[in-house]
Each structure stands twice: as C-alpha cells, then as structure tokens.
C-alpha cells in the first residue's frame, strides 16, 4: 500500500531530522534549525492548510515569534527547547501584547523532544492571548497523528514536500539501515565484550564497524545482515550448549539458553515465533523460494510486503534479538568480580608471553636484552660498542627477537633504535629476575 509506505518514509525522515537537531544543540551547531523553521513552514502550510510566512520577513529577528500567518491569525513558535519556562518566556514577551490585541492565537511547535507531558501543564499567560495547550503544543507525534489523517491527495503532497527536502527513497533507506545497523552493531559489540570478559571467547569472528549493515539498496542490506549472521562463532557456540546446531543464530539462541535458562523464557518464545521466520527471510531474500513466502506470512507481512517493509521488519527484529541476549548475559553476570577475572587473564598472559621470551632469549642474546631494556631504548651501532662486537653479528643474533620481542625503528642511513616491544615491556618488569638472573636496579 502506498500511504503506508508513504507514511513510513514521512515517519522516518521526520524522526532523523529531530534527532541531528537534538545531536547538534548538544554541539552548539545550530544552522540546521534555521533550515529546519523553513521546512516546519511549509510542512504545516501542508498539513494544516495554514499561510504562514517567516516573522523575519517582515521584522527581523523578531522576538519569541518565527510564523506568522496573517489570514488565519496564528503565529508559532518553533524550538527544539521543550520545556514549560520556555512557554512561558515566550508568552510573557511584549510582543505577545500586540498579537492578543488582534485576537491571534499562539502555538509552540517543539521539533526535538516530544512535547507530550506540557499539554497538561497550567501556564501564565499575562497579555491573554488565546493559548489551549493540549491543541497549541505540536511536537513530531502530534504532526505524525494529524498526517495520518490526511486525504490521500493530502498525503501525497506532504510525501512529496519530503522528498523534495529530504532527497528520494535511495536515501531515506540508507538512513534507515544506518540507524539499524549502529544499533545491532552497538549491542554485538558489548556482548563481545561480555563473553570475552567471562568466557574468554570472541562471538563475532571479526571487528564490527557501526555501518556494517548500512546497505544502498534492499538486497545489499540483507546481504549484510546474512553475512553478519554467518560470522557468528557457531563451533565454540556448540561446545557451549552441548547442541549441533543447524545455523549460527540458532547455535547462539541455544548457548545463551544454555548458561541463562531461567532468564531465557520470553528469548525462547521469541526465537520460535519471530527468529526463525526471520532467518528464514534473510536466507530466502534472494531466490524467493517456498520458505521465504511462508517467513513473510509468519511475520505478517502478507499485506504489506514491499521490499522496504520486508527489509524494516527483518532489520527490527534482529535489533529485538540481540537486545534480549544481552539483557540476558547482563543479568546473568552483573555481580561477578571482574577485577579478579581481569587478574587471571592478567596473569595467565604474562605467563605465555614469558615462556615465549624465554623460548627467544638464550644466553648469547641476554645480556644484550637486559641492557635495551634497563636503557629502555638504544641504538643498535651503541650496544655493539658497548659489547665490543661487530654490528653485523650482533644484528644477527637479534634478528629472531625483532620478529617478536623487540621494536625497531631506521635511526639514521647505518642505524637502528632498539626497545622493547609494548606488549612484553610489562612481563620483563614482572618478571625481570626471572629473565636475567637478579634483581632490576631501578
């Protein structure tokens, strides 16, 4: 149906915009609501069949007042500051007085935050103008409800207003898996961070950027989502519930429910009655074969099942999917003593990384290793002298530890800095007397 999909795109776009406000008045960057008062006027000339014109045309700068319509009578304020003192602000200002008098009425249009707790606040309102602050307080909800209602012929020119400012479908999709993507992206990353911390295991078979699922068109979205499936560690993940599961999602259902089973009831019943449809999408996206067709029954998408909303859906319950697992894995270890989790990692690390130097540094290179790393750098034309050796043996004797336990850097055309690497600087400081055979001198 188009006046949903319209609808959709008006929602979505409508929703991006409030938040770059909401991101930029954090910033202090405030063009775009310049902009953003001259796309509110035509938007609710549109919708509310209003002729308004910007204040500033005919008084610049007007105080408290950025609409005016002179044939209906109505001026209105738009503010991304949704708050009660800055109602009254603006109603207390001596301009109000000169509206009032020509029996105006006022409206405050907040274009940030949602303005639905105001409506039943009382304000003062000393120049009387006519305010009623359940129909004179718009926000986004407000405007979304009233565009709902529209004729379709209505309707049509407020989608078409959108896509004029906004640009076309391409770009509204994009946003979209964007939005999606950083917030899937977000809670895989701290469920990584989770079982790494408590099961030293990595889920995610590589590093996640936030726009990992931000696709140019449909096809290319769900693509990405499979891809971000297929990268789940299904074989540790089996190990976990004992369970040789068909797909990764399903291995990762299974282990969560595994560790977590008393707090895994409402993800079991929405593994089963909206998961597996969904993987069943994504996995049938491109073929178009029986099981995707009784996926898009499933999830109840037989009347609306352009590729916008298929993709919307698939996107939204993959967001739910993932949230519920680490609101599980949240519970499940919210009073572990990380410290001491941290500490056994700790130790264990150093232990392997001093068997490694220890495997690197035998007794012709030792003393050369202790003296880089009490001098914490030194050039390598220095340490010969200091040994009385040929640079070109010394090199030579060194070679295997610079593929591991020492950095270098070129000094100059017939020189080589040399130090520690970072990741074994703190083992030789643990265990120094260990390394070398006595005590570090500080």
């Known amino acids: 149906m188009n006046r949903q999909r319209y609808y959709n795109e008006i929602s979505e776009r409508l929703e991006i915009l409030s938040n770059r406000i909401k991101t930029n008045g954090k910033l202090n960057v405030l063009d ?4 953003a008062e001259t796309f509110y006027r035509d938007l609710l000339n549109c919708v509310y069949g209003y ?49 009032a008098v020509k029996n105006y009425k006022i409206k405050f249009l907040f274009i940030a935050d949602e303005a639905q707790k105001l409506r039943s606040d009382k304000y003062s309102n000393p120049h009387k103008i006519s305010f009623a602050p359940q129909e004179d307080i718009l926000d986004k909800v407000k405007l979304l409800t009233s565009i709902s209602q529209l004729s379709f012929d209505s309707f049509s020119i407020v989608h078409k207003l959108f896509t004029m400012e906004f640009g076309g479908v391409q ?19 701290t469920i990584n961070i989770l079982t790494l911390k408590n099961l030293f295991l990595n889920i995610w078979l590589k590093d996640l950027d936030g726009n990992f699922l931000t696709g140019n068109f449909s096809t290319d979205t ?100 993932f949230s519920n697992i ?48 009490d001098r914490k750098s030194i050039v390598d034309v220095e340490l010969a002298e200091m040994f009385s050796c040929e640079l070109i043996g010394l090199r ?41 055979g006595r005590q570090h001198e500080s």
Not at 67 to 77: E, F, G, R, T
Not at 171 to 189: L, Q
Not at 253 to 277: C, E, G, Q, R
């Open 32 to 35: 775009l609501n310049i902009h």
């Open 396 to 436: 030579k004797k060194l070679y295997e530890c610079t593929k591991d336990i020492l950095s270098y850097d070129y000094y100059d055309n017939f020189s080589t800095q040399l130090n520690i690497s970072s990741v074994y600087s703190k083992t030789f400081e643990l265990y120094y007397s260990d390394i070398f």
């Open 51 to 99: 002729q308004l014109e910007s204040a500033n045309i005919s008084n610049a700068n007007m105080a408290a007042i950025d609409l005016v319509d002179s044939v209906n009578k109505q001026v209105i304020q738009v503010s991304s500051t949704a708050t009660k003192q800055k109602i009254e602000s603006t109603l207390a200002k001596d301009i109000i007085s000169d509206y």
């Open 171 to 189: 770009n509204a999709r994009e946003s979209s898996t964007s939005h999606y993507s950083a917030k899937i992206i977000s809670k895989i990353n």
């Open 222 to 321: 769900v693509l990405r989502l499979k891809s971000l499936f297929d990268l789940i560690n299904q074989k540790e993940l089996n190990k976990i519930s004992g369970v040789n599961s068909e797909n990764s999602i399903e291995a990762l259902f299974n282990a969560v429910s595994a560790l977590a089973p008393d707090l895994s009831i409402d993800l079991n019943t929405f593994y089963h009655k909206t998961m597996l449809p969904t993987i069943a999408c994504v996995n049938g996206f491109l073929e178009k074969n029986e099981s995707y067709y009784m996926s898009i029954g499933a999830l109840g998408l037989f009347n609306d099942n352009s590729e916008e909303s298929i993709v919307d859906c698939i996107m939204n319950n993959s967001l739910h999917f």
């Open 326 to 373: 680490l609101s599980i894995l949240e519970s499940l270890w919210k009073d572990r003593d990380y410290s001491k989790i941290e500490n056994e990692v700790s130790n264990e690390m150093h232990s392997y990384l001093l068997k490694r130097i220890k495997r690197l540094i035998d007794d012709d290179k030792r003393e050369y290793i202790k003296v880089i790393f």
